[in-house]
């Protein structure tokens, strides 16, 4: 990983270029805009993500967001981690690794105990990464015409 790699909260001036890096996730994993499970979430991203104990980072180059990822309540003691892109040109460098870190280390701070993710059963990388960070397929969750894999952690007592 470079050293300039900043991971740091979202900003409301980052929308136009997390909304693009999330389009492109989306295509990447062949998931049609209309059949995003988490859809409209990124049009209050404040009311979404960064009120009570939830978060929405950035990984940034230069003035570039290359890297995201948000941090959601489920209930007072699991956290789920979405929204984890990294633009296909910076991939592999370590940045979601990183910015999967993060996300733990506030959900921790937080108070969380559990954290689940969801994500594609074709979707190796993303599962490769998650499978590294001790994340355990717990089952598979069939949304409209899409088959999500639901993966989870135990962060602490």
Do not use: W
């Amino acid at each position: 990983m470079t050293e300039d790699f900043v991971i740091r909260e979202y900003r409301n001036v980052d929308h136009a270029q997390v909304a693009a890096l999330n389009a492109y996730g989306l295509a990447a994993a062949g998931v049609p805009a209309d059949a995003d499970v988490y859809a409209g979430d990124l049009d209050d991203i404040d009311a979404t993500y960064l009120t009570g104990r939830g978060t929405l980072l950035v990984g940034q180059l230069g003035t570039d967001v290359v890297a995201m990822g948000a941090l959601r309540e489920i209930d007072p003691v699991t956290c789920e981690i979405t929204r984890m892109r990294v633009a296909p040109h910076v991939q592999g460098r370590g940045y979601g690794k990183a910015m999967l870190a993060r996300l733990e280390e506030i959900a921790r701070s937080h108070g969380y105990r559990r954290a689940t993710l969801l994500t594609g059963p074709d979707q190796r990388p993303a599962i490769d990464l998650y499978e590294a960070a001790n994340y355990t397929v717990v089952g598979t969750e069939r949304h409209d015409l899409l088959v999500g894999v639901r993966m989870s952690k135990q962060l602490g007592e």
